[in-house]
DNA sequence: GAAGCCATGGGATACGGTTTCCGTGAGGCA
DNA sequence: TGCCTCACGGAAACCGTATCCCATGGCTTC
């Protein structure tokens, strides 16, 4: 009675059940369902029947174990409903489905530790890829952390992508997807200024997260261009979200209130510095003029719709799992610090109801 | 030379790589990384060197093979760019991780063909719990459809979870997390009849819409309550989108412009009628109030703030987990069709500045 | 001082597939 | 008719880990 299972068993099928159902040998039940060796349509015919009688489904761990296995990626994010992260994420997930791709999804929550737990969770799992999405912080203790969690995961035959995040220095086997986060900042910038506007209240961000100083400079870029002065007074860091959107419009308001023009570091920093100045009775644009950063749904979404800049994320997403694909087949031999291992995508901006030429108030 | 492999190996440590380069046996890396038996000081400190060493970690492949493994959870999701079932993965995830379980997202696009394939890939995972996301559309097959997936997934040891959407009818191994939809649309509708609105344009989502098809009843049953008369001319039926909700308002504006608020399916779709309105020269909420449900960010990030259904997301993420926890640590053996197989959780309204009491129009 | 016990470590086996290596039967050609 | 080849089925060796069972050594106890 210690033989195998009981026959009313309540767990999952074995192929083992189903090759004694049908009357063939195991192997021939994997080279059925496999299809990789050639067996007749008699055999074919009488192991699909026993499969679909048992509904069975071969077991993806012994599976991956013996060798085969669905290759898996994974997504790791600070926030899952951030909408940039959760467009890129649709890019990775769908371009990863594409291919008969799985994938994991990891929450992070900005913290480290998380992080590198989840990280080693990923290596457990033999995971193709793991593709790290958003911003970074400037921190020293930075490079070194991505370094490490890239050699780690390349020496286990899996690979770090690194999406929206500037390129890891030195030679480390890791592939940065990104975005011409500056250029989009000095376009943006440009239009503002070439519609007229002077003195332009500027809410970058974060001061040490890597999106906001590309942000930042590529504004600093702009005014330099047309020798407008960007006085820091104007310019308030703060978090990406619609309080400090809001709050930061609050206080400008009361210490320099003669902007005629906000550059947002995000859209939804743009929703709320929209809000507040409805609050102190401005209209928008006829009084002051908005531009958002992203062109997340939000950004047409609200009342003017937004100018803003579109960051091509769910493409990211796609070209992530492309190039982790396209390494995976090419044999991974590439030399490193090829081109192929920084990939930029454009930005441009996008013109909506919520800029106008500036005009003086009391 | 065809021994195991080659010194210098590029794949990843296996334990007994670690057990041998420790001189220890295999048994005993395994029970100190596992942890779950006595060693001595001395062979753990050895070991744990080794592993450092090697920056190994154990294959989860194997591991699960050989009956320990971390349980993962399925998340599958028509779209993960939706506010909505973000946050319920979100609420999954959190919880999920707070458990030490994994977490895997699959988008089916609405396709059935696409939700059939990863419930099967899923199956295949030996997943805990597969977690289906969002409204379901309320053909004849539907029923059939889940009620196979149930079973399916209840032979292999698995289970199924159905989030924001009805529960299944008979006796299927199946829970559902769900929430008080028609009660929610009963209290908004209440909310604008009782600030004096009787011409009331509802858009209520997709007519086959099973969420679509709550709110709408719940607006029926106060208009009833209220002894006003729901005229059919003032439903429209469409998609949960933005373009939707603008398209429907400015068709309504063309047939049956005395309507003097507007009662949304969805925020989204709140913001597109909203949109709407402006560019027909109408304020809000002066001369047309507006109600969304869902409470998502945008709620709150438009402006004026949306009066909205609060629908607790997050909250059903984490009750879905705990769910499938407590039954899987339970022993399952609960019998089916108690209480614990359904589960409701309450919505409110959120009232913020988007209703205003009717006043006439030219 | 000897017997018994507890604390540890090692060897073997199972988990569920894939795949290689053979064996065998059928069919073609001389 | 006999031999060789081709095509497919079966047995067994892994994949990497957890765990059961047993051996051994030191220590307690009589």
């Given at each position: 009675m210690s033989q195998r299972k009981a026959s009313g068993d309540a767990g999952r099928a074995t192929i083992r059940d189903v090759a004694e159902r049908a009357g063939v040998s195991v192997a021939s039940v994997s080279r059925v369902l496999s299809g990789n060796y050639p067996v007749s349509e008699d055999l074919r015919r009488r192991v699909m029947k026993v499969v679909r009688d048992l509904d069975y489904v071969t077991n993806a761990h012994a599976r991956s174990l013996a060798g085969g296995g669905t290759p898996t990626v994974a997504i790791l994010i600070?926030?899952?409903?951030g909408a940039a992260f959760a467009h890129v994420a649709r890019g990775v997930e769908g371009a990863a489905t594409l291919r008969g791709w799985l994938s994991l999804v990891g929450t992070t929550g900005d913290d480290p530790e998380r992080e590198l737990a989840l990280v080693n969770l990923m290596r457990q799992q033999g995971v193709a890829a793991v593709v790290l999405l958003g911003g970074a912080y400037d921190y020293d203790e930075y490079q070194l952390r991505m370094a490490r969690f890239a050699r780690s995961l390349d020496a286990a035959g899996s690979h770090l992508v690194l999406v929206g995040r500037p390129p890891l220095e030195g030679d480390v086997p890791a592939t940065t997807v990104d975005y011409d986060n500056e250029g989009g900042a000095y376009a943006m910038a440009s239009h503002l200024l070439s519609a007229g506007h002077r003195r332009v209240l500027v809410?970058?961000?974060?001061?040490?997260?890597t999106t906001a100083q590309g942000r930042l400079r590529g504004a600093q870029r702009a005014f330099e261009a047309y020798g407008v002065p960007l006085e820091t007074g104007l310019v308030r860091h703060g978090p990406y979200d619609y309080e400090h959107g809001y709050e930061a419009v609050e206080a400008a308001l009361a210490e320099t209130p003669d902007f005629t023009a906000v550059l947002a570091g995000t859209d939804v920093v743009a929703a709320g510095a929209m809000q507040a100045l409805r609050a102190a009775g401005l209209r928008v644009p006829e009084d002051v003029s908005i531009v958002g950063y992203d062109d997340i749904p939000l950004a047409s979404q609200l009342t003017p719709q937004l100018t803003t800049v579109h960051v091509p994320y769910e493409e990211m997403g796609r070209v992530a799992l492309r190039a982790v694909a396209d390494r995976r087949e090419g044999g991974g031999g590439r030399r490193r610090g090829?081109?192929?291992?920084h990939l930029v995508l454009g930005t441009h901006v996008v013109v909506r109801n919520s800029v106008r030429p500036p005009r003086l108030r009391d």
């Amino acid at each position: 009675m210690s033989q195998r299972k009981a026959s009313g068993d309540a767990g999952r099928a074995t192929i083992r059940d189903v090759a004694e159902r049908a009357g063939v040998s195991v192997a021939s039940v994997s080279r059925v369902l496999s299809g990789n060796y050639p067996v007749s349509e008699d055999l074919r015919r009488r192991v699909m029947k026993v499969v679909r009688d048992l509904d069975y489904v071969t077991n993806a761990h012994a599976r991956s174990l013996a060798g085969g296995g669905t290759p898996t990626v994974a997504i790791l994010i600070n926030n899952i409903t951030g909408a940039a992260f959760a467009h890129v994420a649709r890019g990775v997930e769908g371009a990863a489905t594409l291919r008969g791709w799985l994938s994991l999804v990891g929450t992070t929550g900005d913290d480290p530790e998380r992080e590198l737990a989840l990280v080693n969770l990923m290596r457990q799992q033999g995971v193709a890829a793991v593709v790290l999405l958003g911003g970074a912080y400037d921190y020293d203790e930075y490079q070194l952390r991505m370094a490490r969690f890239a050699r780690s995961l390349d020496a286990a035959g899996s690979h770090l992508v690194l999406v929206g995040r500037p390129p890891l220095e030195g030679d480390v086997p890791a592939t940065t997807v990104d975005y011409d986060n500056e250029g989009g900042a000095y376009a943006m910038a440009s239009h503002l200024l070439s519609a007229g506007h002077r003195r332009v209240l500027v809410l970058p961000g974060h001061s040490e997260l890597t999106t906001a100083q590309g942000r930042l400079r590529g504004a600093q870029r702009a005014f330099e261009a047309y020798g407008v002065p960007l006085e820091t007074g104007l310019v308030r860091h703060g978090p990406y979200d619609y309080e400090h959107g809001y709050e930061a419009v609050e206080a400008a308001l009361a210490e320099t209130p003669d902007f005629t023009a906000v550059l947002a570091g995000t859209d939804v920093v743009a929703a709320g510095a929209m809000q507040a100045l409805r609050a102190a009775g401005l209209r928008v644009p006829e009084d002051v003029s908005i531009v958002g950063y992203d062109d997340i749904p939000l950004a047409s979404q609200l009342t003017p719709q937004l100018t803003t800049v579109h960051v091509p994320y769910e493409e990211m997403g796609r070209v992530a799992l492309r190039a982790v694909a396209d390494r995976r087949e090419g044999g991974g031999g590439r030399r490193r610090g090829s081109d192929g291992d920084h990939l930029v995508l454009g930005t441009h901006v996008v013109v909506r109801n919520s800029v106008r030429p500036p005009r003086l108030r009391d």
